[in-house]
């Protein structure tokens, strides 16, 4: 039972570039969220997912995109990196009962470095 | 918008002293939880609240919600070195059953 992991765990990217980061939870868990972490802030959630082929936007969805084709993963996807979205970047997922979420289960991060 | 303040943002504590942190939402809550993110780690949950005045404890470390549902505080008493890291709360809005409204985090530091 490996939880919430994530790949990769370290980027590196130019600006302009592209590149997905993949989320796999192995709970069964209909929800599941990608956060950012900056220094010195808490979570701020980019997108959710709350079941297999739907995605929402969350605080801070500008220049991300998601999508949620098997109920297990979850990939967030950046088209054209910019400095701004340096960030440490998790993925979290959680277990529903009658429409409401309870504790989330995070995966260990992706350190992302846009140059 | 909803938002949950969190203070302090550091804590310096000796080893053996108490700490503590505080949130405080802009609106009404319908629960909250507290999450514990050590250095280069993840957040991990520790607790969640539900009721008004509603008070737990785990081991050294007490919870508490406010009759109000709008603030909630975390107590560790008798600092460990393995208390070290960012305390998080994370609020439930009334009207959301997905998302949660984040504290900034309190940073526990042992002095040397």
């Known amino acids: 039972n490996a939880g919430v992991t994530q790949t990769p765990k370290f980027r590196v990217l130019k600006t302009g570039q592209s590149m997905t980061l993949l989320c796999a939870q192995d709970m069964n868990h209909e929800y599941m969220y990608w956060y950012r972490q900056d220094p010195g802030m808490g979570l701020r959630l980019i997108h959710y997912?709350?079941?297999?082929?739907?995605?929402a936007k969350g605080e801070v969805p500008d220049g991300y995109n998601v999508s949620r084709l098997k109920k297990q993963n979850f990939l967030l996807g950046l088209e054209s990196a910019a400095p701004s979205q340096t960030s440490v970047y998790f993925c979290?997922?959680?277990?529903?009962?009658?429409?409401?979420?309870?504790?989330?289960?995070f995966g260990p991060g992706t350190r992302l470095t846009v140059t | 918008g909803q938002q949950v303040m969190q203070i302090p943002q550091y804590q310096h504590v000796q080893e053996g002293e108490d700490f503590t942190t505080y949130c405080n939402s802009s609106t009404t809550l319908s629960n909250i939880q507290w999450y514990k993110q050590r250095p280069g780690g993840h957040p991990v949950f520790l607790i969640q609240?539900?009721?008004s005045g509603e008070v737990k404890k785990q081991k050294r470390l007490t919870f508490q919600f406010g009759e109000a549902k709008k603030n909630s505080s975390l107590h560790i008493t008798a600092t460990q070195t393995t208390d070290v890291g960012t305390y998080f709360c994370a609020g439930r809005g009334m009207d959301s059953n997905y998302q949660l409204i984040w504290g900034a985090g309190t940073k526990l530091i042992i002095k040397p």
């Open positions: 979290a997922s959680s277990y529903s009962s009658r429409g409401i979420s309870y504790e989330q289960y």
């Open positions: 997912s709350v079941g297999e082929g739907t995605t």
């Open positions: 609240l539900v009721k």
